[in-house]
């Protein structure tokens, strides 16, 4: 059937045109064995993209799991541009940024929810020695940004 009445899209044409579009006029399921490891890393980390512009034409938004492995320090790395939320679905992960005076450490635990702004350098810890950190992440630009970096520093309130 080739007639879209703007309730039952036609998605029997198969231009690159069409396709995006049908991307935007449907609801998407991503089983959780679908998660792509093909996004932006940090090293002590493992991201895995579940909602993104390539798996589902999302255009304002990306959202994925990261495993933090037991005993681990990510990077210090920030997401340039992008809003970035978590929430904390299992273990103890801790977040750290700078101040401008120290190293600022915030513990969490499972159902947390943590924002990270624009530009602010930071990494993430797993002090656990058993149990690895799982962290749901959505961010406010369409594909993962990470920008890794030598070391933290703190932002100026100008810096924005």
């Known amino acids: 059937m080739s007639s879209r009445d703007g309730f039952h899209p036609d998605l029997t044409n198969s231009n690159d045109e069409h396709v995006h579009a049908s991307l935007r006029t449907r609801v998407h399921r991503v089983e959780a064995s679908k998660l792509s490891s093909d996004t932006a890393q940090t090293e002590g980390m493992q991201r895995f ?4 512009g390539s798996s589902v034409g999302s255009e304002k938004i990306w959202m994925g799991e990261t495993y933090v492995s037991p005993e681990t320090v990510s990077a210090n790395h920030h997401h340039g541009d992008s809003e970035t ?4 679905r299992s273990g103890n992960p801790e977040f750290v940024f700078h101040d401008g005076v120290q190293e600022v450490r915030i513990a969490t635990a499972p159902g947390d929810y943590v924002f990270v702004p624009p530009h602010v350098p930071h990494r993430e810890e797993n002090p656990d020695h058993n149990n690895p950190a799982v962290i749901v992440i959505a ?3 369409q594909e993962a940004v990470v920008i890794n970096l030598p070391r933290l520093y703190a932002l100026s309130e100008d810096s924005g």
Not at 49 to 52: G, K, T
């Open 49 to 52: 993209a579940a909602i993104s």
């Open 85 to 88: 939320a978590i929430f904390v």
């Open 139 to 141: 961010r406010s630009t």
